[in-house]
């Protein structure tokens, strides 16, 4: 049976993450050129129960029965969570059995729809993003469905702002070349003021993406961005996990090195061969990309991973 809850992870925003899919894999209202997770498989705006309410708390209650330890419980996962219709029973169906806060991770496009906004109202924290300040930017970095028009999400946002009575950590996405500019940050600016969030999170591309082109902005580059947006803005930075999950990482990570030295695979290779979520394989994997021990390939539109190291232990 298919697996919707993954994690802990540990995740740069939440401490720790329990993970919970909502929807199938890349289900989602965007096609944005930084995803991690590639391209879109299906773009629709359509609400329905693409996961019923039921199987994602029964696995999620079983989970909660094992000695785990999140700061969060994250609504997320592979695809845009509230096209689920039955989030705001999931999120109601968690309450019930567990005191670890909710959080939802929403790319915010469908907020324009008052019945999504009411829907996790519930949750103690929602995460939407703005990438873009126009429609022609929106268009050009998180490709939506054509029935999504920049000016409505932004209502949407605003309208969430006003009526949600938890907290809002907005995440912006900058990108090398495309929204990172002195200039950009002023138009980013006056935006996230009518949105008024208590949080606002920029982040950048730090994992491969959907597009070679989406590319990461640099360290200092990010924190004068930042500094431009002045008020509650941070730079997103590497969690530490203080709990001891070494034994558990190692393992996982001494069987991504012996898959991909045998050949090169892709994220969805390695997540159906060692049965991880494809979330939990980028925690892994994101810190050996980073000292050039994992490489990338690219075919079509596939990213294959392969091992630099001649003897993998």
Not at 38 to 51: A, D, F, M, Q
Not at 82 to 96: D, P, Q, W, Y
């Amino acid at each position: 049976m298919k697996n919707y809850i993954y994690g802990p992870v540990p995740s740069r925003r939440l401490g720790r993450s329990l993970g919970v899919d909502l929807v199938p894999y890349k289900v989602c209202s965007y096609d944005c050129i930084y995803c991690q997770l590639g391209r879109t498989r299906e773009k629709t705006i359509e609400l329905r129960p693409y996961i019923p309410a039921k199987k994602i708390l029964d696995q999620l209650y079983l989970k909660l029965k094992t000695d785990i330890c999140a700061d969060y419980i994250t609504l997320a996962g592979s695809g845009e969570p509230t096209l689920n219709s039955e989030i705001g029973a999931i999120i109601r169906g968690i309450k019930k059995k567990s005191s670890i806060p909710v959080a939802v991770l929403t790319n915010g496009s469908l907020l324009s729809k008052k019945a999504v906004r009411e829907s996790i109202t519930e949750a103690d924290v929602i995460m939407p993003s703005l990438d873009a300040f126009d429609q022609k930017g929106f268009e050009a970095i998180n490709r939506p469905h054509p029935d999504i028009k920049f000016e409505n999400m932004i209502e949407g946002l605003i309208a969430l702002g006003k009526e949600f009575s938890g907290e809002i950590w907005l995440e912006v996405f900058v990108l090398e070349g495309i929204n990172a500019s002195e200039k950009d940050a002023e138009q980013f600016r006056d935006l996230i003021k009518m949105v008024n969030p208590q949080k606002v999170h920029i982040n950048t591309a730090v994992r491969p993406s959907a597009e070679t082109f989406a590319r990461q902005v640099s360290r200092k580059d990010l924190s004068f961005f930042c500094k431009c947006l002045g008020g509650n803005a941070e730079v997103i930075t590497p969690f530490i996990d203080s709990q001891n999950h070494e034994q558990t990482q190692r393992d996982i990570e001494k069987d991504i090195f012996a898959l991909i030295s045998r050949r090169p695979c892709t994220l969805d290779d390695i997540s159906s061969s060692l049965n991880v979520h494809r979330n939990e394989i980028l925690k892994y994997i994101t810190p050996f990309l980073k000292n050039h021990s994992i490489g990338i390939t690219e075919k079509g539109n596939n990213i294959y991973y392969q091992s630099n190291l001649l003897d993998v232990h």
